[in-house]
Nanobody
Framework: QVQVMESGGGLVQAGGSLRLSCAASGSIFSINKMAWYRQAPGKERELVAAITSGGTTNYADSVKDRFTISGDNAKNTVYLQMSSLKPEDTAVYYC???????????????WGQGTQVTVSS
């Protein structure tokens, strides 16, 4: 069993900042990648940012220069620092973890329950 738990969402005014955290626990051999996705009402879920265990990051164009993803491999934790927030950033933010559960080279993906981020204008 693997658990993925997000925290840090909330209500913030436009221009403000929030920091999201996501921790994975349970039957984990190694983590390959952790990522943040978001889904706004009536829209499809989209990738916001991702980071590999080696530290390589990628971002959606809409959040570049405003959001920063970082990870703590020892704690199986990923963070998303969000700055200069806009009303269009309002969404449920989901953490996704890609991992191995044993020496067998099979990767599994797990999702958290999501955390609401609301940006008021």
């Amino acid at each position: 069993q693997v658990q993925v738990m997000e925290s840090g969402g909330g209500l913030v005014q436009a221009g403000g900042s929030l920091r999201l955290s996501c921790a994975a626990s349970g039957s984990i051999f190694s983590i390959n990648k952790m990522a943040w996705y978001r889904q706004a009402p009536g829209k499809e879920r989209e990738l916001v940012a991702a980071i590999t265990s080696g530290g390589t990051t990628n971002y959606a164009d809409s959040v570049k220069d405003r959001f920063t993803i970082s990870g703590d491999n020892a704690k199986n934790t990923v963070y998303l620092q969000m700055s200069s927030l806009k009303p269009e950033d309002t969404a449920v933010y989901y953490c996704n973890v890609e991992l191995r559960r044993s020496l067998t080279p099979i990767f599994y993906k797990y999702w958290g329950q999501g955390t609401q981020v609301t940006v008021s204008s």
